[in-house]
């Protein structure tokens, strides 16, 4: 499978404990997205790479929210400190560079802390 | 600043009918339009892309279009089927990162 890959699926946490998510990109792909998705609302962006720099992060990425992509492929998302805030899908995607094109998304890692 | 609205919110027809979605934009500098279906639980699927030079794509029983004068894109569904439902969402870049401003979504139920 070349798609998009995600771990884990599901996450079930407590509230104050820490989670990781990992994502694989499309292999040729240089860019990588991670999103936020909440009941019933669209996507939210919550950061970007390209290769293993780290571009653009927005407001929604509080300090207890990490992400990192070390060697340009795979990424990793980390949220310290769970809140039940916290509870969404969060979804990854990859492109090319270059003039915007076609975001691939992953299945989504759903997150539920209790 | 992108923002990009979705209406309606929910949407319910019968198995055959021709049905449109409705996507509208704020910044009609965009490179692209993509359009997205997302089934409950999953991640989100590619159904179209339309670049800026395009007014149209078609893909099977999909056809996107695209206005940027007016800040819209609508996708027809010809002869509706109840695999269809989903949630349809649409989605333009606000810059040329990539990184794509999403509508709320069109919830489509299709009754048999």
């Known amino acids: 499978d070349t798609g998009v890959s995600q771990n884990p699926r599901h996450k079930i946490t407590k509230r104050g404990q820490n989670v990781t998510f990992r994502c694989d990109p499309i292999s040729e792909h240089n860019r990588l997205y991670w999103y936020r998705q909440t009941l019933g609302q669209g996507p939210e962006f919550l950061t970007y790479f390209q290769n293993e720099a780290q571009l653009e992060k927005s407001r929604l990425l509080s300090d207890r929210f990490s992400a990192e992509r070390p060697k340009g492929s795979f990424s990793t998302l980390e949220i310290q400190r769970t809140e039940q805030g916290d509870s969404a899908m969060y979804l990854c995607?990859?492109?090319?560079?270059?003039?915007?094109?076609?975001?691939?998304f992953g299945e989504g890692s759903r997150l539920t802390v209790l | 600043k992108q923002e990009v609205t979705q209406i309606p919110a929910a949407l319910s027809v019968p198995e055959g009918e021709n049905l449109v979605l409705n996507c509208s934009f704020t910044?009609?500098?965009?490179?692209?339009l993509q359009w997205f279906r997302q089934d409950p639980g999953k991640g989100l699927t590619s159904l179209l892309l339309?670049?800026?030079?395009?007014r149209e794509q078609t893909s099977g029983r999909l056809n996107a279009s695209l206005d940027k004068s007016s800040g819209r894109s609508t996708l027809y569904i010809a002869a509706s089927q109840p695999g269809d439902s989903a949630t349809y969402l649409c989605a333009a870049p606000s810059s040329n990162t990539g990184k794509l401003i999403f509508g709320q979504g069109t919830t489509l139920q299709v009754k048999p």
């Open positions: 339309i670049q800026s030079s395009q």
């Open positions: 995607a990859s492109s090319v560079t270059g003039v915007p094109g076609e975001l691939f």
């Open positions: 910044d009609s500098a965009i490179y692209n």
